[in-house]
């Protein structure tokens, strides 16, 4: 008679918290995700479930709420540890919590009195959600290291099939077809993820992955082609995300690359320029991603001893001669151009005398056999002091 009218009364509340976590984690690796598991907390309270994860940058809710927005903001200021005030409409909450770290929280909203045991199932809730944490945290960790390993041989080698390149970058959600900017970038803060996030949120389709190093390390990105492949647009939103990334460190961009198999080109490209805004001891006034060193920059990345053969024709003597008498051919020869080749302007920016100066163009004619004063050999001193300027982080010290 006892057992008739246990069986009267039901499942007892530990036999339905039992199953509906069972359903909750079923739902999960199904790949309902944190919706599903909030409907089945939902159908157990009797009110509307949002659950709201900041680690990783998602939300949801079982049916209609107010503001989202304002729960984002609430559970992402308590998970740091800062108080907030509870928005309204939120009956109850329960932390999602991996020791003591918080890492989002499970709210019952509604104006009435929660139901009894509500709480129980809000519980739950929030233990399915450390498996659907767990399960996006190991994802994209496999995810990072097939970005990590394809951005990595890219950098290193030059033999890879350009229809493996391609397939291989639509799998990680990046097309490639009609070519792509290639970024690097040394950091200076601690936030990686926070700069991986901005690349991808910035530019669509962007393949980018943090790589260890010294420091907090560098972050490499394949920005592919907007505008239906135009390089020109594809450079302005690469120049635009690079600006914006300079708070973090500094950056690198690279010329346009149509062809996949030139893509290993273009990560060295931006390794390029990267190090030469990092270490050249030589002020560089104008824009490096534009103009004669873009093409000095392709041609270091493809022929390196091209442009090295170059510097060493032009003005490798002057660098030399400065460096063994502790004079300022360079400097001087530098300001000559950039003022038009006017002797009062130049001396007036280096504080010389205009005898001084012309005395000084006159020892550049002597080293490198190339007289300023003539068009033709200016324009190849202005292409060694370029080159120089690229190249001269690479130099022996």
């Known amino acids: 008679m006892e057992a008739q009218s246990a069986r009267d009364r039901g499942p007892s509340v530990v036999e339905r918290v039992r199953g509906v976590h069972l359903r909750m984690v079923d739902a999960v690796l199904g790949g309902d995700g944190l919706e599903g598991v909030a409907a089945l907390a939902a159908g157990e309270t009797g009110g509307v479930v949002a659950i709201v994860v900041p680690r990783l940058g998602a939300a949801a809710a079982s049916g209609p709420v107010t503001d989202l927005a304002a729960l984002r903001r609430y559970v992402s200021e308590r998970s740091r540890g800062r108080t907030a005030a509870v928005p309204p409409g939120v009956a109850a909450e329960v932390p ?33 959600c450390l498996t659907e944490v767990a399960v996006e945290e190991a994802r994209l960790e496999v995810e990072q290291n097939l970005r990590g390993s394809f951005l990595e041989e890219l950098r290193g080698r030059d033999d890879l ?82 600006a914006r990334l300079q708070r973090h460190g500094t950056v690198g961009v690279s010329s346009f690359y149509a062809e996949v198999s030139d893509l290993g080109r273009a990560i060295q490209e931006a390794e390029l320029v990267l190090d030469v805004l990092r270490r050249s001891d030589v002020p560089i006034a104008e824009d490096i991603g534009t103009g004669t060193y873009r093409l000095l920059f392709r041609v270091l990345a493809s022929h390196p001893e091209e442009v090295r053969s170059f510097y060493e024709d032009t003005v490798a003597p002057l660098v030399a001669y400065d460096a063994q008498y502790s004079t300022d051919l360079v400097g001087t020869l530098s300001a000559y151009l950039e003022r038009n080749c006017n002797m009062n302007a130049t001396a007036s920016a280096i504080y010389a005398h205009r005898h001084t100066v012309a005395y000084r163009l006159e020892r550049v004619k002597e080293l490198t056999g190339l007289d300023p004063l003539l068009s033709e050999d200016r324009e190849r001193l202005g292409l060694g002091l370029k080159a120089y300027r690229i190249i001269a982080p690479r130099l022996p010290r």
């Open 96 to 128: 999602i919590a991996s020791g003591d770290e918080k890492l989002g929280a499970v709210l019952l909203i509604g104006d009435d009195e929660p139901v009894a045991d509500a709480l129980e199932f809000l519980h739950v809730a929030a233990v399915a």
């Open 161 to 242: 099939d350009a229809d493996d390149v391609l397939r291989r970058a639509a799998r990680l959600g990046c097309d490639l077809s009609r070519g792509a900017v290639a970024l690097c970038a040394e950091l200076s803060s601690d936030r990686p993820r926070h700069v991986v996030a901005t690349i991808a949120g910035e530019h669509p389709g962007a393949l980018a992955q943090h790589m260890e190093g010294g420091g907090s390390g560098r972050v490499y990105a394949l920005l592919p082609a907007v505008g239906g492949g135009d390089a020109t647009a594809t450079l302005a939103a690469a120049r635009r995300l690079a």
